[in-house]
């Protein structure tokens, strides 16, 4: 994970992505960091034609079509933060995979919201999935609203994606000049408390406020993130796709009302 490096976001031309584009905009603004666009290109043929660019196998149309979609993310973009430093990347590939390229040099990875599938907390066949799996930082998946006020909240447990998890909530709450709200799952116990406690000491300015959760947590998550800013949740690689807590995961992501950062376990 690069701390300094700029946040990629997917551009696609859509709604999603647009949003994402704004928060994205806003998150490299508040890091000092530039935004990188990046496009995936596809095409179904494996051949491309005499004479034509390697990345424009379909000629000025698909020039025009991502030359379009660069200039409309640049322009909400720049509604968010007009000085920002932005670049553009066209790269052939899936979009998961082009994202997960760019993402190994990046401080953040940016993507906007889909519907989540599949059983057990997998990701089956969502690029979330697929790019959390293999990305070289966090994934802020941008779903409900996007606002500057409100929590941190974190989904604490005893896994060793928890704890990368905690350290990214901690250190996002002090730079949003936040609270910090933890939310343990029931089994939480001595090794998440250590965890917590040390990290108190480092962010010492970081309110930390660790409400009783009534019910499922995945239910006191999606609650909490109605008035938050931020819900983050560590998760598992798990092959080619990332795993997190069951119906819990899944949950968070299909509902809750602000976006969410999914920090991978660190490759030890």
């Known amino acids: 994970m690069n701390g300094h490096g700029p946040v990629v976001v997917g551009v696609d031309g859509t709604a999603a992505g647009l949003a994402a584009v704004e928060a994205a905009a806003w998150e490299a603004d508040r890091r000092g960091a530039a935004l990188q666009l990046a496009h995936a290109l596809t095409w179904a043929s494996p051949h491309v034609p005499a004479g034509v660019a390697p990345w424009d196998p379909d000629g000025a149309r698909a020039r025009d079509r991502v030359n379009r979609a660069f200039s409309d993310a640049e322009g909400r973009a720049r509604r968010v933060a007009p000085h920002l430093v932005i670049t553009r990347e066209v790269l052939v590939g899936a979009p998961d995979t082009v994202l997960e390229s760019e993402s190994r040099a990046a401080s953040l990875a940016v993507v906007g919201a889909h519907r989540i599938e599949g059983a057990r907390g997998r990701l089956h066949g ?143």
Not at 236 to 241: D, L, P, V
């Open 126 to 268: 969502s690029v979330v999935g697929r790019l959390t799996a293999r990305a070289g930082c966090p994934v802020l998946v941008v779903g409900g609203r996007h606002t500057r006020t409100g929590p941190v909240v974190l989904a604490a447990d005893e896994s060793a994606a928890a704890r990368e998890a905690a350290e990214f909530a901690f250190a996002e709450a002090s730079e949003r000049g936040t609270d910090l709200v933890v939310l343990h799952a029931r089994r939480s116990g001595r090794t998440t408390a250590d965890a917590l406690s040390g990290l108190r000491e480092r962010y010492p300015h970081v309110t930390v406020r660790t409400p009783s959760a009534r019910g499922r947590r995945h239910r006191a998550l999606v609650e909490a993130s109605v008035d938050a800013q931020l819900v983050v949740v560590g998760v598992r690689r798990g092959g080619t796709t990332a795993v997190l807590r069951g119906s819990e995961g899944r949950s968070v992501l299909r509902d809750a009302h602000c976006p969410v950062a999914l920090v991978p376990a660190a490759d030890r």
